[in-house]
């Protein structure tokens, strides 16, 4: 596994445990980053927060959020888990298994 202290720039493409297809970091603070990864025949895509203190990551704890589709509401939703007016979901979250980092 991959030390998740390390800093993964925005732009950065992230690979979880066995999953194929990387996930892209759209939004970065000191503690926590936003990834997104297009989703197969649909409009919107996936999404994940990483908290790097507490090496987990999971969606926003926010019902019908905010959406996660532009860099401007990737910052949004970061900015509002920064300032604890959300926070990660505790019954979507998993520990953080990061395998692999592709840098631009």
């Given at each position: 596994?991959?030390?998740?202290?390390?800093?993964?720039?925005?732009?950065?493409?992230?690979?979880f445990?066995?999953?194929?297809?990387?996930?892209?970091?759209?939004?970065?603070?000191?503690?926590?980053m936003?990834?997104?990864?297009?989703?197969?025949?649909?409009?919107?895509?996936?999404?994940?927060?990483?908290?790097?203190?507490?090496?987990?990551?999971?969606?926003?704890?926010?019902?019908?959020?905010?959406?996660?589709?532009?860099?401007?509401?990737?910052?949004?939703?970061?900015?509002?888990?920064?300032?604890?007016?959300?926070?990660?979901?505790?019954?979507?979250?998993?520990?953080?298994?990061?395998?692999?980092?592709?840098?631009?």
């Open positions: 596994m991959i030390d998740p202290t390390e800093t993964f720039p925005v732009g950065a493409r992230i690979y445990g066995r999953e194929i297809i990387p996930m892209t970091v759209r939004a970065r603070g000191e503690r926590y936003v990834c997104t990864r297009p989703k197969p025949r649909s409009q919107s895509g996936e999404y994940t927060v990483i908290d790097i203190v507490e090496k987990i990551n999971g969606t926003e704890n926010m019902v019908l959020g905010f959406g996660a589709e532009t860099d401007a509401q990737c910052r949004e939703m970061l900015e509002r888990i920064e300032i604890g007016r959300s926070e990660i979901s505790y019954r979507n979250r998993v520990p953080l298994k990061i395998t692999k980092i592709v840098i631009k």
